[in-house]
């Protein structure tokens, strides 16, 4: 019995002592705060500071040290704060920086579209000099066009006044007889009549059509005027400068162009052959060297 009691009373005990812990915690945490009484207003007295002493002077009363306390910490804002300087610092390097940048690209834009334009004047002149010349070559090519017609022009025209100057002096060889009253007719020039009196001026005879006639002042054709192995189909006048010795004998025969209408190679071959084998009568009296003339009509059959 007595067992039991000191267990009952163990285990109240127990509770109580948590019951009031709980309590006290309570009223610690969510007491009501203790009023400080105020503090009454009274007399200073100077009661000193040692036993024994003496004088009627204070002493100086001397303050003790104040203790330093260190800053508190600083918030983010002050350190927002202080660090501003070193953000606008920052911030104006970055923006001259660039300031620089944009100014270099427009410097850099700028030289870029000079050499453009420079190129493009070059393109320009390197085109109007190429005009230039192609101007000047067409204007040499049209020189050379007007000087080739003037050229031709004046070709044909000498050719026509060979032609007329052959057709008549044609004409007027076979014009001529021995009882000619002409006081100045051949092609050596001066006055009289180029030839003997009594020459033939022309040959007669068979074979492919060609007619001719002789001028050799003084003299006389022996026999008839020989005519050229014509059989091939060509026309045209040749005119044969011959040179005559005392004897009667042709010594050279040159075609000439005055009074010819052809050039052909073929034709002044055969008069130039035909033209030696001529004979006239020997003159003791002669020059030794007597020019004249010996004309050949070649006509197509």
Known sequence: MSQNNKHIDSKAAMWTAITLSVFIALLFFFGLPAQQPKEEAGMLINFGNTVSGSGSIEPV??????????????SKQSEQ???EPED???????????????KKKAE???????????????????????????????ERQQEIERQKQLEEERLRQEQEAKAKAASDMVSGAFGKSSNSNSTSQGATGGTGNEGAENGSTTSNGSGLGTGGSWSLAGRSLVGSLPKPNFNIQKAGIVVVEI??????????????????????TELWKLAREAALKAQFNANPTAQAKQLGTITYNFILN
Not at 61 to 74: F, I, L
């Open 81 to 83: 704060v202080s660090n």
């Open 88 to 102: 606008i610092e920052t911030q104006n390097f970055e923006e001259a920086a660039a300031i620089e940048a944009a």
């Open 108 to 138: 850099e834009d700028r030289q870029k579209e000079l050499e453009r334009q420079q190129e493009i004047d070059r393109q320009k002149e390197i085109e109007r000099q190429e005009e230039i010349k192609r101007q000047k070559e067409i």
């Open 61 to 74: 009363k001397t303050t003790p040290p104040v203790k330093t306390t260190p800053p508190p910490p600083q």
């Open 243 to 264: 040179s005559v010795d005392r004897n009667g004998k042709v010594t050279s025969a040159t075609p000439i162009l005055k009074g010819s209408t052809t050039q052909d």
